[in-house]
């Protein structure tokens, strides 16, 4: 359970890893002067937000492999939850991209940086400490949405829990302890970006 355990936290990170770098450039795309770009965006976060995950994950298990894109069963899984992922990420990028204040990238233009790098080093580092208790949040609910992953027979925790509880009759106890591995981990996660938070906090 405990391998389980670990796998459901890899996958987690992965598919985090996708989002960050998706709702990163979405964000950013939602701000464009591009009208067709704001558009594009708009669709893509509609339509991924009211899709329930395990259906993103059949369609790219099986559904992409009849057009010729083929993945593993884990790389499956990263794949969907990451642009599952993506966009939940672009709005919380996005809210945390409209609250800063139009005069912080004026003075990154007026010191004479140009727009891409007052993006990069004024803009990009405060926008990221407003969005981490919100990212906390998406990377939390991505990681228990990983036990979905069992529809396809990953082998994280709810699919071992599945397996021991049918393989030595413990159904009791396998799935008490899968849930309490899960509130474990969980409070782990949560202390661990409660002190992210506290560290990029202004004094």
């Not at 609250?99 to 990221?128: C, D, H, Q, Y």
């Not at 990212?135 to 992953?149: C, E, P, Q, R, Y």
């Amino acid at each position: 359970m405990l391998i389980g355990l670990g796998l459901g936290l890899h996958i987690a990170l992965s598919s985090l890893a996708i989002g960050l770098v998706i709702g990163l450039f979405a964000a950013f795309a939602t701000v464009s002067r591009r009208l067709w770009l704001r558009t594009l965006v708009r669709v893509y976060v509609a339509f991924l937000r009211n899709q329930p995950p395990l259906l993103l994950i059949f369609f790219v298990f099986f559904v992409l492999p009849r057009i010729g894109i083929r993945f593993g069963r884990e790389e499956s899984v990263i794949a969907a939850l990451g642009l599952y992922a993506g966009a939940q990420i672009t709005e919380v990028f996005r809210a945390a991209l409209t609250n800063i204040p139009k005069g912080i990238s004026e003075a990154g233009l007026a010191i004479g940086l140009t727009p891409s790098r007052t993006n990069v080093f004024v803009i990009l580092p405060v926008m990221f400490r407003n969005a981490v208790p919100a990212l906390g949040n998406t990377f939390i609910s991505i990681f228990k949405d990983t036990s979905l992953a069992a529809g396809i027979a990953v082998t994280e925790l709810t699919w071992q829990s599945r397996k021991i509880s049918t393989d030595s009759f413990a159904v009791l106890e396998s799935w008490i302890a899968a849930c309490l591995l899960y509130v474990a981990a969980c409070l782990l996660i949560a202390q661990f970006l409660l002190f992210i938070e506290r560290h990029l906090r202004i004094p």
